[in-house]
């Protein structure tokens, strides 16, 4: 299984990005998709997830209503579109499938006050 991650970048506080996730290896359709992020120095954290039918997603508190996360099956692809950054989003993000659990190697996104 692999997951590859790509979009990261340096952009203004209020910026947008849009992380996007290449799987392969597995039948993507089957497992649930979801997004982390470590800060220099933090934990990993989870910040949204979707499911395998791209029915339910749910999103950390601080991601809520800027941050979009999505899927297409017949890509094997999912995104997320992160809209109003701020700073304290800078970190490596990591696409995540699973169970069983599976990552990505990241994407650095930085965010310029």
């Known amino acids: 299984v692999q997951l590859e991650e790509s979009g990261g970048g340096l952009v203004q506080a209020g910026g947008s990005l849009r992380l996007s996730c290449a799987a392969s290896g597995r039948t993507f359709s089957s497992y649930s998709m979801g997004w982390f992020r470590q800060a220099p120095g933090k934990e990993r954290e989870f910040v949204a997830f979707?499911?395998?039918?791209?029915?339910?997603?749910n999103y950390a508190d601080s991601v809520k209503d800027r941050f979009t996360i999505s899927r297409d099956n017949d890509k094997n692809m999912v995104y997320l579109q992160m809209n109003s950054l701020k700073p304290e989003d800078t970190a490596v993000y990591y696409c995540?499938?699973?169970?069983?659990?599976?990552w990505g190697q990241g994407t650095q996104v930085t965010v310029s006050s």
């Open positions: 995540y499938s699973g169970p069983p659990d599976y």
């Open positions: 979707i499911d395998w039918r791209a029915i339910n997603t």
